[in-house]
């Protein structure tokens, strides 16, 4: 079974650039997570898709940060304009709905910000 | 507010010791808790508990779950230094969610 791919792996802006990161889960999984790790902390997740509807996107910073899933199967997460703050790795990840099984990540996007 | 607390953040040990990493949460609607391994790349799942009581193990690896004191457990005995990486506890709750602790870094020196 493949595994949840993302893409690009690295990624280098300046502030206030645009940047945009993509994800396709695993097939046949209905939820779709981003996350943001700063170094040393854990995952925050930022928003929840269920197929293409939001179920949870209280933490994503909605000035700058928007995140769509228009098919229900792989989803992009954009910043405009990025601040130096947002320098961390994004991680998507996936699980099928409602399953007593784990979710799976993708290898993530590092993103530095100069 | 949901949340998940990871102890100690962060600890050293010598080849062949035996650690045990903490986790105690509070939440509403627990649905199970997870367990996840991070080196350099993404968190690799290791268990999902959902009992009380009931100990799973993977090699020298091993999780048990308390739901009514809300907390978990992460064994690893006889640590060599690929166990070196951050432990990573998250409690599922209702609508798939997931909360994350900060996790625990174990340094394992040869």
């Known amino acids: 079974e493949a595994g949840v791919a993302q893409s690009p792996r690295y990624k280098i802006i300046e502030k206030r650039q645009s940047v945009a990161f993509w994800c396709n889960p695993i097939s046949g999984h209905a939820t779709l997570y981003w996350y943001q790790q700063i170094l040393g902390q854990g995952p925050k997740l930022l928003i929840q898709f269920q197929n293409n509807g939001v179920v949870d996107d209280s933490q994503l910073p909605k000035d700058r940060f928007s995140a769509e899933r228009l098919k229900g199967v792989d989803s992009t997460l954009k910043i405009q304009p990025a601040k130096l703050e947002d320098s961390a790795v994004y991680l998507c990840?996936?699980?099928?709905?409602?399953?007593?099984?784990?979710?799976?990540f993708g290898d993530g996007t590092r993103l530095s910000i100069l | 507010e949901d949340k998940v607390v990871q102890s100690p953040l962060s600890l050293v040990v010598h080849e062949g010791d035996t650690v045990t990493l903490n986790c105690s949460y509070e939440v509403t609607n627990f649905r199970s808790l997870l367990w996840y391994k991070q080196e350099k790349k993404a968190p690799t799942f290791l268990f999902m508990l959902t009992s009380s009581g009931i100990e799973k193990k993977s090699g020298r690896l091993s999780s048990i779950l308390d739901k009514k004191e809300l907390f978990s457990i992460l064994n690893i005995t006889a640590t060599q230094t690929g166990d070196s990486a951050v432990y990573l506890c998250a409690v599922k709750v209702e609508d798939d969610k997931i909360i994350f602790g900060k996790g625990t870094r174990l340094h394992i020196l040869p």
């Open positions: 990840a996936s699980s099928p709905h409602s399953s007593n099984q784990p979710q799976h």
